[in-house]
């Protein structure tokens, strides 16, 4: 395969040489040509690129367009800056699903080793920046790359309004909120825009479209949006929803029913439970308020089975 795409790429460049060539002259068919044989090269190599490196590994194309980075190169300390964020979003998502809490502050360096992020290359139009993350899925086609990108897809997707938003800056947590929110900033701060793809196994599995309008609401909520601890509680019901997706539905002895986030680290405790079954959780309370729509609302997070 990779030789076949070695000789393709081969034979768009010599005739994206040629249509240049008649573009300079003037000849706006060729302009045209040209456009589209260079987007035609970009996919190619991101083909390419693609195919060398394992199946086992969640695959992110950051395309980022801008006035400056047309030709395809960017500035060292942007791709720096860039990739930082992106290693320290996708790292505080990680630990949030994990270990859970709001209050931790660093990223265990096994948790790193774990999503194993690599920058896999650089590709024109305008710069695309690919990443790679350890899949590691299970027979469930579960894993921790996958959950933690989902989280910050899940942010994006919201564009910054309504239950959605609240919902899925909860989940990210406040520090992977305020990665996610530096790492738009920096794409703002060259006037760009951007689409991202993430891509396993060579399918797609979620695409983001961010318009400057689309970027300018996410990055304004998060820059705004407060995740606060309110208090710890115990929590007496009858069980009513198990979720390997970290979600437990609670009856409540009052009938309230009580939606309650819980971390893989309790995984195994959590599978013991069953449907119906009376239990007694203890949990965090927390408070997700976006003062942009005057909006709020209450998470339950799971800290321990009590009985």
Not at 144 to 157: D, M, N, P, Y
Not at 275 to 296: A, G, I, K, R
């Amino acid at each position: 395969m990779s030789e076949k795409i070695s000789q393709q790429k081969k034979e768009a460049r010599r005739l994206l040489d040629e249509a240049k060539k008649k573009a300079q002259e003037g000849n706006f068919a060729y302009q045209l040509t040209a456009a589209s044989l260079e987007s035609h090269i970009g996919e190619l190599e991101k083909i390419e690129l693609a195919s060398k490196v394992s199946p086992a590994f969640e695959m992110l194309d950051f395309r980022i367009k801008a006035p400056d980075l047309k030709t395809g190169s960017a500035p060292l300390g942007f791709v720096s800056k860039l990739t930082e964020e992106v290693r320290k979003t996708l790292g505080y998502a990680a630990l949030r699903l994990v270990q859970g809490g709001i209050d931790r502050k660093r990223v265990p360096k096994h948790l790193y080793a774990d999503l194993d992020l690599r920058l896999e290359g650089l590709l024109p139009g305008s710069s695309r920046f690919i990443v790679s993350a350890a899949a590691e899925r299970d027979l469930l086609d579960d894993g921790l790359s996958k959950g933690a990108i989902e989280r910050v897809f899940s942010v994006l997707s919201s564009e910054g309004k309504g239950q959605e938003f609240l919902n899925s800056v909860n989940d990210l947590g406040p520090l992977g909120a305020k990665s996610l929110r530096n790492f738009l900033k920096i794409i703002r701060s060259h006037d760009a825009e951007a689409d991202f793809t993430w891509t396993y196994s060579g399918e797609k599995v979620l695409h983001w479209e961010g318009k400057k309008d689309v970027l300018d609401s996410v990055t304004a909520a998060l820059e705004v949006t407060k995740v606060m601890e309110e208090e710890r509680v115990v929590l007496q019901g009858k069980v009513e929803l198990l979720s390997k997706r970290e979600r437990i539905d609670l009856r409540s002895v009052e009938g309230n029913l009580i939606k309650i986030l819980y971390p893989k680290r309790l995984l195994s405790s959590v599978s013991e439970l069953h449907l119906e079954q009376e239990v007694t959780l203890y949990c965090q309370v927390t408070e997700t308020e976006n003062p942009l729509t005057n909006e709020s609302s209450v998470f339950y997070e799971l800290l321990e089975i009590r009985s």
